[in-house]
Nanobody
Framework: QVQLVESGGGLVQAGGSLRLSCAAS????????MGWFRQAPGKERDFVAA???????YYTDSVKERFTISRDNAKNTLYLQMNSLTPEDTAVYYC?????????????????WGPGTQVTVSS
């Protein structure tokens, strides 16, 4: 059973940057697609970005040009580089993995999840 753990969250001022990491234990990413989601207080969990084993990426419109998803398959680590952060990016960020190869933006298409890491952007 693969377990995921996120790290790198914290408090940052608007316009700043953070880099989130997601490490796997108890298994590997394999050739599965991976993704990042976020959930703001009082809101549903939303898709942020996804990446295939070979590096094809997919972003929600609100983070394009600001966020970059990447993965190191040898290290079983997923990343999310977040630049030009705004208070609207404040949320708990979750790493998720699929049992399939292709990209997906629905959280119902992801099979295992990390516990989340808090990102707070102050104005």
């Amino acid at each position: 059973q693969v377990q995921l753990v996120e790290s790198g969250g914290g408090l940052v001022q608007a316009g700043g940057s953070l880099r989130l990491s997601c490490a796997a234990s108890g298994g590997t990413f394999g050739n599965r697609a991976m993704g990042w989601f976020r959930q703001a207080p009082g809101k549903e969990r939303d898709f942020v970005a996804a990446i295939t084993y070979f590096g094809t990426t997919y972003y929600t419109d609100s983070v394009k040009e600001r966020f970059t998803i990447s993965r190191d398959n040898a290290k079983n680590t997923l990343y999310l580089q977040m630049n030009s952060l705004t208070p609207e990016d404040t949320a708990v960020y979750y790493c998720a993995g699929r049992a399939a190869y292709g990209l997906a933006r629905s959280d119902r298409d992801y099979d295992y999840w990390g516990p989340g890491t808090q990102v707070t952007v102050s104005s």
